[in-house]
């Protein structure tokens, strides 16, 4: 059982200046309120690379190991899989997409989650996917903005060009 969530945001920067900011490891706890520490972090981002974070969501707090599977800074193109660093099976993927855009650039992000573990699958991930959908991900895209040093933007819930 497979859950998806996606949000867009118009941010009025450049494409490219908004890609480097999501791909800045260093950066993630700036803008994602549930990353509150970079613990571990690749010296030069590439496929393969991996850093661990400490997520706090849920009331709970955990170390998110994540491996990059893309990085397209032409495309600027972002996908990596983050799983707990305790040896549970169950992941996510992460994509990260920016695009130009009139007003500036198009920021989208989709994840997958995955869980593969009894209770997982049967009642955090509902709730787990729902928290992300309704404020998490809307919440780290005008954080994303606001650390590019932009203060214009739009927020949608569903993905471009789909029905709101």
């Known amino acids: 059982m497979t859950h998806r ?3 867009y945001r ?13 791909t800045d490891i260093s950066r993630l706890p700036e803008w994602n ?9 690749p010296e030069h981002l590439c496929e393969g690379a991996q850093w661990t974070v400490e997520i706090r969501a ?11 599977e893309t990085l397209d800074p032409i495309g600027r193109v972002f996908a990596y899989r983050s799983a707990p660093d305790d040896g549970n099976p169950s992941f996510a993927l992460w994509t990260w997409v920016v ?8 920021v989208t992000v989709a994840s997958e989650l995955h869980p593969l573990t009894f209770v997982r699958r049967l009642l955090l991930v509902r709730i787990r996917a729902r928290q992300l959908g309704r404020k998490e991900l809307v919440d780290s895209l005008a954080a994303l903005e ?3 040093h932009s203060p214009l933007g739009t927020i949608s819930r569903t993905n471009p060009g789909g029905s709101k």
């Not at 309120?33 to 972090?41: G, L, N, Q, S, W």
């Open 5 to 7: 969530v996606s949000a």
């Open 58 to 68: 849920l009331g709970q707090t955990w170390h998110s190991r994540s491996t990059v």
């Open 33 to 41: 309120a549930a990353i509150t520490t970079v613990i571990e972090r």
């Open 10 to 22: 118009i941010v009025d920067d450049s494409a490219n200046d908004v890609f480097n900011v999501v």
């Open 146 to 148: 606001a650390a590019t």
């Open 99 to 106: 695009a130009r855009h009139p007003h500036g650039a198009l």
